[in-house]
Nanobody, 121 residues
Framework: QVQLVESGGGLVQAGGSLRLSCAASGSIFSINSMAWYRQAAGNQRDLVATIATGGRTNYADSVNGRFTISRDNAKNTMYLQMNSLKPEDTAVYYC???????????????WGQGTQVTVSS
């Protein structure tokens, strides 16, 4: 099986920085794309940023220029560096991976449990 473990969430003041991590483990053959989503209270889950195998990245307009997504392929780990945080960034952040498992090279999409990010004004 595959597990995604997120860390780095917490409480920070507006203008501050925070770095989220997402470590994938288990019977993984390879990871294609990885992404961060977030869901604020009472709202839908929205895409924040994506990163492909080769490192190509995309960002939501709301975070572009402030957030940076990266990955360490050797460690099957993804990061989200969040700078100049705003109260509207407050949400539960979720890690998502598109990968191939070792057993039969089956493709699957896996989600982390989510980590709370709270930005105070």
């Amino acid at each position: 099986q595959v597990q995604l473990v997120e860390s780095g969430g917490g409480l920070v003041q507006a203008g501050g920085s925070l770095r989220l991590s997402c470590a994938a483990s288990g019977s993984i053959f390879s990871i294609n794309s990885m992404a961060w989503y977030r869901q604020a209270a009472g709202n839908q889950r929205d895409l924040v940023a994506t990163i492909a195998t080769g490192g190509r990245t995309n960002y939501a307009d709301s975070v572009n220029g402030r957030f940076t997504i990266s990955r360490d392929n050797a460690k099957n780990t993804m990061y989200l560096q969040m700078n100049s945080l705003k109260p509207e960034d407050t949400a539960v952040y979720y890690c998502k991976t598109d990968l191939l498992v070792r057993d039969g090279l089956m493709r699957g999409i896996y989600w982390g449990q989510g980590t709370q990010v709270t930005v105070s004004s």
